[in-house]
């Protein structure tokens, strides 16, 4: 079993920016694929940014794309997403996941384990 708590959510002015981390325990994830998925206030839950275990192939929501960066430290068992940009459309609860298969996956049913996720408010 994994286990994964975020951290770094807070309220920034739009335009901002924030280094959220997914710090993992229970086991090694560096054969796991990460992704990070937000989810709005009556909106589904969707993809943002995914790594695969290797952090040789990795992906973005085009609403991200050139904004946010993902990245995995295997040593410390953490997966990090810096934002950049901030914009109000940004605000949501974002959640880490992780995939056992070790590939990107773009929807949250086919991810494994989930943290509790981190509340980023942009204000305008």
């Known amino acids: 079993q994994v286990q994964l708590v975020e951290s770094g959510g807070r309220l920034v002015q739009a335009g901002g920016s924030l280094r959220l981390s997914c710090a993992a325990s229970?086991?090694?994830?560096?054969?796991?694929?990460m992704g990070w998925f937000r989810q709005a206030p009556g909106n589904e839950r969707e993809f943002v940014a995914g790594i695969n275990w290797s952090g040789t192939s990795i992906n973005y929501a085009d609403s991200v794309k050139g904004r946010f960066t993902i990245s995995r430290d295997n040593a410390k068992n953490t997966v990090y997403l810096q934002m950049t940009s901030l914009k109000p459309e940004d605000t949501a609860v974002y959640y880490c996941a992780a995939d056992r298969q070790g590939r990107i996956s773009y929807t949250p049913l086919d991810m494994d384990y989930w943290g509790k996720g981190t509340l980023v408010t942009v204000s305008s």
């Open positions: 229970g086991r090694t994830i560096r054969d796991y694929a």
